[in-house]
């Protein structure tokens, strides 16, 4: 798996702008040309509300990010967006309500760039980093419990499906037996501290640091990133008016394997989840593949972005089917919730 920043080794160095990634790609997938309202549920440094907001003068952008310093730091944006461009901090596993809530009860275009930005990777102080010493905090929203809080108080079985299930470490029960014997002794408190732990158990790759695996594994149960995608999708779904364009951008398998079975499903007539199951009743299909898989960057873009390279872009129209009732909605996180286990944790 590889994941944005940290699984890159170029990921680190100077406080480096965020580069937004396939940006020409997803204002395409966007039809970003024909105006219109869209969420970018993202913003981090505003990358694509920027490039959505040019590409037509009539367009209106209603941008969300969790982190208060991404929403501080867009406001001389907001100010120069002569009302167009409204910035909302914010969850976007709830992009519907707070579209609405901004006055776009049905919206042209949602976009996600799933992940962190080079502003929290390379900010010590944000605990995000095994590059950068800092507290081991990786909260995005700056509020509720802490990467340290977790390997601090969780039980070793749940530390290690943790870091096994959403970092894919095969190394997983050993590095979570030694941060149980070391935390007997003092809490871990830095980001230095669990990266040095980690690396006396798990072998160096070349060009990823050994701790890659568990600090994204640490980062995604933090802020619940897979929850909040399943979320995000189906609020896009609700969002979109007919003919209205989703594009989501993800850095690591877990994530684009959620969307890739999210809009196969609502793609088809007949979602079938396993040879197991039987065969569920026809439903209008609630999207359109656009493209027959995911984009990726080129070799343009990988050399002047390294970040890019592990980047997925999937998009799709909405049709003008009604939206899963709730129970639908709910047979649907389920069926996402039980992604295929894996084997051979040691
Ligand atoms: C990869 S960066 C986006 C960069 C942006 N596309 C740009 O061009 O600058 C991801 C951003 O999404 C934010 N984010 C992550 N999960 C979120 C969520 N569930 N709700 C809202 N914002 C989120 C992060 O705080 C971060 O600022």
């Not at 940290?6 to 940006?23: F, W």
Request: glycine share 10%; hydrophobic share 40%; proline share 7%.
């Amino acid at each position: 798996m590889t994941g944005r920043g940290e699984g890159d080794a170029d990921a680190a160095g100077g406080p480096a702008p965020h580069v937004p990634v396939l940006l020409a790609e997803c204002c395409a997938a966007l039809a970003a040309e024909a105006g219109g309202v869209h969420v970018d549920g993202t913003f981090g440094a505003g990358g694509y509300s920027v490039a959505l907001l040019a590409a037509n003068p009539a367009t209106r952008v209603v941008a969300i990010d969790r982190d208060p310093d991404a929403v501080a730091r867009g406001q001389a944006l907001v100010t120069g967006s002569a009302g167009r461009l409204t910035l909302v901090q914010g969850r976007f596993g709830e992009l519907d309500r707070i579209a609405e809530e901004a006055g776009h009860a049905q919206v042209d275009g949602v976009v996600l760039d799933i992940g962190v930005s080079s502003m929290q990777l390379d900010q010590p102080e944000r605990g995000f980093s095994f590059r950068h010493d800092g507290p081991l905090d990786m909260r995005m929203e700056q509020a509720g419990p802490s990467a340290a809080d977790l390997v601090n108080e969780l039980p070793e079985q749940d530390l290690a499906a943790i870091i096994f299930h959403l970092g894919e470490e095969r190394r997983s029960r050993a590095i979570a037996r030694a941060v149980i014997e070391r935390r007997r002794r003092a809490p871990l408190r830095t980001t230095a501290e669990l990266a040095e732990l980690v690396a006396r158990h798990v072998r160096s790759e070349p060009g990823h640091h050994p701790a890659t695996r568990t600090f994204q594994a640490l980062r995604i149960a933090v802020n619940d990133e897979l929850g909040q995608l399943v979320d995000a999708l189906h609020a896009a779904e609700r969002a979109l008016k007919p003919g209205g364009r989703l594009a989501v951008v993800t850095f690591h398998s877990l994530e684009d394997r959620l969307v890739k079975l999210f809009l196969q499903a609502r793609a088809s007539r007949s979602p079938r989840a396993s040879r197991h199951l039987p065969s569920p009743e026809p439903v209008a299909p609630g999207f359109t593949l656009l493209g027959r898989g995911p984009t990726v960057a080129g070799y343009g873009e990988v050399s002047r972005n390294p970040r890019a390279r592990s980047a997925k872009l999937r998009a799709a129209v909405r049709t003008d089917a009604p939206a899963p009732d709730p129970l639908t909605e709910l047979y649907e996180r389920t069926r996402l919730a039980g992604l295929p286990g894996q084997e051979g944790v040691s």
